[in-house]
């Protein structure tokens, strides 16, 4: 797979020295992007180290597959393929490990495409799915005073932990763009006048209920 972008996107250098051996190797997240959203929450950009070895687009109900990955993605999303017409049946995330997933159920059936037609540059949307090389790794979100990207506002927010993967390896983790926690909004770059909690939303692994 071909590198992509960095996996934290930065204004300034965000690493500070890893607190232990457990700690990510990015270190800890204090400059990221912060990308307004249309409700009022704001995305942490953070893009992988490299393409996805697959991506689920519930915007556009795709799945997006490396094939030298394509048996090991379908296992970690708990996947069913149609042997008929190729649709993914996926699970939701807020869905119980024992639901069954049937033909017909629009909201769960995804078209495949190779990750060579997938599109790094478009926004995420909340339940989007990228399975990544690498292992999880916790990495902490402690943002003291950032602009928000095109300006206008100010996010201070943390401490928060979240894991994401780091790698590569031969293993596979999954991230969902989730909400991680809750900042505030400042109209100054001083971060002295609040306009409010506002909900940070980025990509992350979190364990699954077990099946």
């Known amino acids: 797979m071909a590198p992509a972008a960095p996996f934290l996107a930065c204004g300034e250098p965000t690493a500070r020295p890893t607190r232990d051996p457990a700690s990510h190797p990015g270190g800890d997240i204090t400059r990221p992007v912060v990308i307004p959203r249309a409700d009022g ?3 942490l950009a953070a893009p992988p180290y490299e ?18 990955y394509r048996d090991q993605a379908y296992w ?4 069913h393929i149609s042997v008929s017409t190729g649709v993914w049946r996926l699970p939701l995330r807020s869905d119980p490990p024992n639901m069954a997933v049937v033909p017909g159920d629009l909201e769960r059936e995804f078209e495949e495409l190779s990750e060579r037609e997938w599109d790094p540059t478009l926004a995420p949307s ?3 799915i990228r399975i990544l090389r690498g292992v999880a790794l916790p990495r902490r979100i402690d943002v003291e ?18 894991h ?3 790698g590569p390896t031969d293993q596979l983790v ?5 909400p991680v926690g809750t900042g505030t909004r400042y109209a100054d770059r001083e971060c002295t006048r609040p306009e409010g909690e506002v909900e940070i939303l980025t990509w992350a692994w979190t364990p699954l209920p077990s099946v």
């Open 41 to 43: 929450s704001v995305h």
């Open 76 to 79: 970690d999303l708990r996947a």
């Open 145 to 162: 005073c950032v602009p928000y990207a095109g300006g206008g506002a100010w996010l201070r927010a943390g401490p928060l932990e979240v």
């Open 51 to 68: 393409l996805p070895a697959a991506y689920v687009s519930m915007e556009r109900m795709q799945v997006y597959v490396d094939h030298d």
């Open 174 to 178: 999954r991230e969902d763009f989730l």
């Open 126 to 128: 909340p339940g989007d």
């Open 164 to 166: 994401q993967a780091w």
